[in-house]
């Protein structure tokens, strides 16, 4: 289905009693905005996302409403509303710390190079770079991304407005760009990731027609800004479904375009232990987030390139005096070649590269060193690291047992446990043996990641 092709269609509307939302599940926020927007002669609709999610029977985050109020017009209703954006104009309306989103029906627009004298408008080689040529409703459903983010829920007779089909793709359980997959995807490359992130999320299926195109056109990806790719990698990686993301992701060929090192290591990963440490870094992120514990983009960005770090070491450790020296020119340069895709802020960076410096210093465990490193402050994210590490089969569980023996003892018995004989004195540590714990302590997560 064209653009063009769509603009004639009539809507579906589905009848307050043909559907499950109820306002009992809506913001009492977004009532009020929707209240407010009616009342003053404007339509009103709950639009995308939590449409999609409270017609799945689930709560959404967070409320967004779209309009034919202008942000100005919206802007004057609400004395707590801050008009934001140059490629998208919106009003925020805020209540404490929750915000609606109140975004204006914008109009359908050409796939030609295009600017508007007054700067509304700004498309270069099909991709847009600003949007705001205002529009009515049904165009406003036909610029959208996919059909399941275009239904509407009109607050004045609470029936729901379908111009694509996007009910039938909730029931089919399908992720379908409206228009031309192609054109839409040049429009805006970043669609490819938000095709993958929502199917994971929803447990759908890429429609045939949009996904078959990604790997052919993936490389548009290399034109977005490196600082946006970071926050659709967040999104990602950080859904509570990061092992099902990564999957997807390599299967459509777009994990290159954000991690470009792991991607061709793990293309060679002849006996998948990259994989498997990866995989359980995100397993157990995904574990956090569904038990509503904090994580940190530091230790899972770390996962995902740590792989790329030790192989890079190996080629640097005939040229440096020793192993430790070797990783820490090889942090360097996997960094710096990350940061060409996708950037990573430096209140992540540092400690990222902290984790990855103890690692080595984690199997040094004899006297006070073993003590003093207990005092790190990234100690026990590096621990944690590490325990993914021997779970995967890239360490040495003897080193997990030690660490965790030396943390849950007393610790006036912790010198003792080290090899620490008297003070001012350094003795000879013992490796402990090993026993079935050792693997589960790999499972103890990032309970004390940093945060910073």
Not at 74 to 90: K, Q
Not at 206 to 227: D, H, K, V, Y
Request: charged letters at 30%.
């Amino acid at each position: 289905m064209t653009h063009q092709q769509a603009s004639a269609t009539e809507p579906a509307i589905i009848e307050r009693s043909e559907h499950v939302i109820s306002r009992e599940n809506i913001s009492d926020n977004a009532l009020k905005v929707l209240y407010r927007l009616r009342n003053g002669g404007y339509q009103a609709h709950l639009v995308g996302g939590s449409v999609r999610d409270l017609s799945l029977g689930r709560l959404p985050k967070d409320f967004d409403v779209a309009t034919d109020a202008t942000p100005e017009e919206v802007d004057a209703l609400f004395r707590n509303c801050r008009l934001i954006g140059r490629r998208f104009r919106l009003a925020h309306v805020h209540f404490g710390p929750e915000v609606i989103e109140v975004a204006t029906f914008r109009a359908l627009h050409g796939s030609e190079p295009e600017t508007d004298d007054a700067g509304d408008r700004v498309v270069e080689a099909g991709r847009i770079l600003r949007d705001n040529v205002y529009g009515s409703l049904e165009e406003d459903a036909l610029r959208r991304d996919f059909t399941i983010n275009a239904l509407y829920y009109n607050i004045a007779d609470f029936s729901v407005v379908d111009y694509t089909g996007g009910m039938a793709d909730l029931t089919d359980g399908l992720v379908r760009l409206i228009g031309d997959p192609e054109t839409r995807y040049r429009e805006d490359p970043v669609r490819m990731l938000r095709a993958v992130r929502f199917a994971v999320k929803l447990g759908f299926r890429i429609e045939q027609q949009t996904g078959e195109c990604i790997p052919r056109l993936g490389s548009l990806l290399e034109a977005i800004p490196a600082a946006r790719l970071f926050d659709e990698a967040l999104k990602l990686l950080l859904s509570g479904q990061g092992v099902e993301t990564l999957a997807m992701l390599r299967r459509y060929d777009l994990l290159r375009y954000l991690f470009p090192q792991t991607d061709a290591l793990l293309n060679h990963d002849r006996h998948g232990v990259a994989l498997a440490f990866i995989n359980r870094a995100l397993a157990n992120t995904d574990r956090r987030i569904g038990e509503d514990k904090p994580i940190t983009p530091a230790f899972l960005f770390g996962a995902m390139l740590w792989p790329v770090v030790q192989a890079r070491s190996r080629a640097y450790v005939e040229d440096v005096a020793s192993p430790a020296q070797a990783i820490q020119e090889a942090m360097g340069d996997v960094v710096e070649r990350q940061l060409r895709t996708l950037t990573i802020p430096k209140r992540f960076g540092v400690p990222m590269r902290e984790i990855w410096s103890i690692q080595a210093r984690l199997e040094r465990y004899r006297g006070k060193r073993a003590l003093r490193l207990l005092g790190h402050p990234r100690f026990r994210a590096a621990y944690d690291f590490y325990c993914l590490r021997a779970d995967a089969g890239d360490a040495d569980p003897e080193v997990v047992r030690f660490w965790r023996d030396l943390q849950e003892a007393p610790e006036e018995e912790r010198p003792a446990l080290a090899g620490v004989n008297k003070p001012g004195g350094r003795g000879r540590g013992s490796k402990q043996s090993t026993d079935s714990e050792a693997a589960t302590a790999a499972q103890a997560g990032v309970s004390e990641e940093s945060t910073e």
